[in-house]
T-cell receptor, first 112, second 113 residues
């Protein structure tokens, strides 16, 4: 089944404790991106990747890092999480940058 | 900067009604527009994608139209069912650059039996 998977689905952590949210797609897509969704603010792009080893900032990149060492994986790294990063995070992929986007199931992160 | 607005923010209808959800965008230089459905606590499911050169797309009871020059799109749902209850999001892809989608904040739809 073609899909985008994210892990973990739910995470509660404390301020400053480094964490990684994994994202993987099995569709051989070149383009991958991360979004966060917050009440009243909607979905905003954090980072995106055009292909392996090519990443760039989206609208709200502060406090996040990404890497794209393999085509299928695009992990989101929070080096020192803060409470304002409490949010619902989505990973997405597409064949190319402006093709139909496929979203993962989301990761609900709470930073205490 | 592109802005996407969805009106109304919430809509409640009885089962069986036909309904229209609206999406407007400020910059007409778009490559395509995509409609998504989001169920509570879940991810986004792509419903329809309209290329900028197209006027409409249909899938089952759903029909999406696009008027790029006026910066508007509508999602028409025929014969609504309780299972259609969800939040509907529209998003536009820019004509140039490498970032992807600018999203509206969504319309929360409730279809009552």
């Amino acid at each position: 089944e073609a899909q985008v998977t994210q892990n973990p689905r739910y995470l509660i952590t404390v301020t400053g404790k480094k964490l990684t949210v994994t994202c993987s797609q099995n569709m051989n897509h070149e383009y991958m991106s991360w979004y966060r969704q917050d009440p009243g603010l909607g979905l905003r792009q954090i980072y995106y990747s055009m292909n392996v080893e090519v990443t760039d900032k989206g609208d709200v990149p502060e406090g996040y890092k990404v890497s794209r060492k393999e085509k299928r994986n695009f992990p989101l790294i929070l080096e020192s999480p803060s409470p304002n990063q409490t949010s619902l995070y989505f990973c997405a992929s597409s064949r190319e940058v402006r093709n139909e986007q496929f979203f993962g199931p989301g990761t609900r992160l709470t930073v205490l | 900067k592109q802005e996407v607005t969805q009106i109304p923010a919430a809509l409640s209808v009885p089962e069986g009604e036909n309904l229209v959800l609206n999406c407007s965008f400020t910059d007409s230089a778009i490559y395509n527009l995509q409609w998504f459905r989001q169920d509570p606590g879940k991810g986004l499911t792509s419903l329809l994608l309209i290329q900028s050169s197209q006027r409409e797309q249909t899938s089952g009871r759903l029909n999406a139209s696009l008027d790029k020059s006026s910066g508007r799109s509508t999602l028409y749902i025929a014969a609504s069912q309780p299972g259609d209850s969800a939040t509907y999001l529209c998003a536009v892809s820019p004509l140039s650059g490498y970032s992807t989608l600018t999203f509206g904040k969504g319309t929360m739809l409730l279809v009552s039996p």
